[in-house]
């Protein structure tokens, strides 16, 4: 891949690293919720089958909660100069460990950070 050239703007980075912490805030108790209602439902499943269908049920409705929660977060990780997501369109994995933005070519961490 040739050599990237990006722009350096501490303001874009600094409220980058605003967005990532505010989503990483909003979104620390998904595992916990998710681990906790799969713990539930396989113990219920094992020791009281019949009450099944009402805790997948509770785990459907957990998971569509905890989802959209982590959409609204997913929202707020927007680049902060350009205001599109920052990975390129086939590109898979969170927004928060992205290096730069792919359509702005701004720095979102500072580079020197990465050595």
Not at 33 to 40: E, K, N, R, S
Not at 60 to 84: D, E, K, Y
Request: proline letters at 9%; aromatic letters at 10%.
């Amino acid at each position: 891949m040739p050599p990237l050239r990006a722009t350096l703007d501490p303001l874009v980075i600094a409220e980058w690293k605003h967005r990532v912490e505010t989503c990483k805030r909003s979104t620390w108790w998904l595992p916990y919720v998710i681990c906790g209602g799969l713990a539930v439902g396989v113990a219920v499943f094992l020791l009281a089958p019949r009450y099944t269908p009402h805790v997948l049920a509770g785990m459907v409705l957990v998971a569509l909660i905890a989802g959209s929660n982590a959409l609204a977060s997913w929202s707020i990780a927007l680049c902060p100069h350009c205001g599109r997501q920052p990975l390129g369109m086939f590109e898979r994995g969170s927004p928060l460990t992205i290096d730069f933005c792919r359509h702005c070519f701004y720095w979102l961490i500072d580079p020197r950070s990465l050595r």
